[in-house]
């Protein structure tokens, strides 16, 4: 740190300099990030909030009672008002955080279990790697069916009394398939297993897209052996980063995990994080608010259009799809070049693109600001690149 300090505009001309470097989303480049453009009215409610903290809230009444009514938003659109829950830093705090609450509370109702394990699929989030080393639990990896959704009886097989999780996806990291959640809270309520499902990408678009006709898969709180949900307002919700949510059905939950906090304005806190923005709280009620249902079917709906013509393009262009998108993601792979080499050829073409693991392919999310005059200049590098 210098002795002295520069001035303002030097400041902001090394700042213009480092934010040079970075992609935008608005360029329509970014293929493989599952956030997006955060919308104007969000990014405005956030810089309100930006002073108070969540993590003291007597002296941020005003931002804690936003979150008691943002949750209460988010339980409705998640098939269940009456909720419990907190709105943090995203997927995986939320997913450690409701890992966290099925082992405590298992663990409190049936004290004989030292070994607490939980069972996940193939296809899950590495934040439940993350969850299962910090808070000491074993992991078992269920296989998936031939539409790459967790398999029924990989689960049955995998449940041994010291199952303290089952975990099902909404909307898979690298594939965006909805796993058959139904069947996993029938197995969780027979078996007393706490049930979390991890909807962060999903939450904010199946429950628009089933509002016209899509009728996709069950997977909220109006299946009853579900315990908790992840959903994340800075995913399709359009909520600047960092906006996560965690659900849960009971208040128990969040108790189980709670610690105290003599020196602050509340007594416990059930939240990892200690200080906690309310600025992602404001965004997400702000958009909830201004977007409401019409507004999200809209960007839900616009997303599955783009989807469909992407998806028909790369069949055209000679690539092998790895199956139907069941919501906005397309992975492919070539039947000529490996999946590196296409990912490297579209990278020194100025695209973003990542790589799922299984099967290995080209994964590509179409977010908000992925339009159809970008995906008419992909398909047409992609024709390139196969001869065509």
Request: hydrophobic residues 40%.
């Amino acid at each position: 740190m210098e002795e002295k300090g520069i001035s303002k505009t030097e400041v902001f001309k090394k700042l213009k300099e480092y934010k040079d470097r970075d992609m935008t989303y608005s360029s329509g480049k970014i293929l493989g990030s599952m956030c997006t453009c955060p919308h104007p009215v969000g990014l405005e409610a956030y810089q309100m909030f930006m002073e108070s903290n969540l993590g003291d809230p007597g002296l941020f009444k005003g931002t804690k009672a936003m979150e008691t009514d943002v949750i209460r938003l988010l339980g409705d659109l998640l098939g269940k008002r009456d909720i419990h829950g907190n709105i943090i830093t995203g997927g995986t705090e939320a997913n450690i955080m409701a890992m966290r609450a099925a082992r405590n509370i298992t663990i409190q109702e049936n004290p004989m279990i030292t070994d607490p394990e939980i069972i996940v699929p193939r296809s899950a989030h590495f934040s439940f790697k993350k969850a299962a080393d910090m808070l000491g639990l074993k992991l078992n990896e269920a296989e998936l069916d031939s539409n790459y959704r967790i398999d029924i009886k990989s689960v049955e097989e995998l449940i041994t009394k010291n199952t303290v999780a089952i975990v099902g996806v909404a909307g898979t990291t690298e594939l965006g398939k909805i796993d058959p959640i139904e069947d996993l809270s029938n197995i969780c309520l027979e078996n007393n297993i706490y049930l979390h499902v991890d909807a962060a990408f999903g939450g904010y678009s199946i429950p628009f897209l089933n509002e016209i006709g899509y009728e996709l898969p069950k997977f909220d709180f109006g299946l009853r052996g579900v315990c908790s949900i992840t959903i994340d307002p800075h995913k399709m919700g359009l909520a600047p980063i960092p906006s996560g949510g965690i659900l849960f059905r009971e208040k128990k939950y969040l108790d189980s995990m709670s610690t105290e906090t003599p020196y602050l304005t509340e007594n416990k806190q059930s939240t990892i994080v200690g200080t906690r923005t309310g600025a992602s709280t404001a965004a997400t009620w702000a958009l909830m608010k201004y977007l409401g249902k019409e507004g999200y079917i809209k960007i839900s709906n616009e997303c599955m259009k783009v989807t469909k013509l992407l998806y028909r393009g790369i069949i055209d262009s000679g690539y092998e799809v790895v199956t139907e998108p069941q919501l906005n993601i397309v992975a492919f792979k070539s039947k000529k070049i490996s999946v590196d080499e296409l990912a490297e050829k579209l990278e020194n073409l100025g695209w973003a693109v990542s790589k799922s693991s299984y099967p290995r392919a080209i994964r590509i999310i179409v977010m908000p600001h992925i339009k159809e005059n970008h995906v008419t200049l992909l398909l047409d590098d992609l024709k390139r690149i196969n001869g065509i």
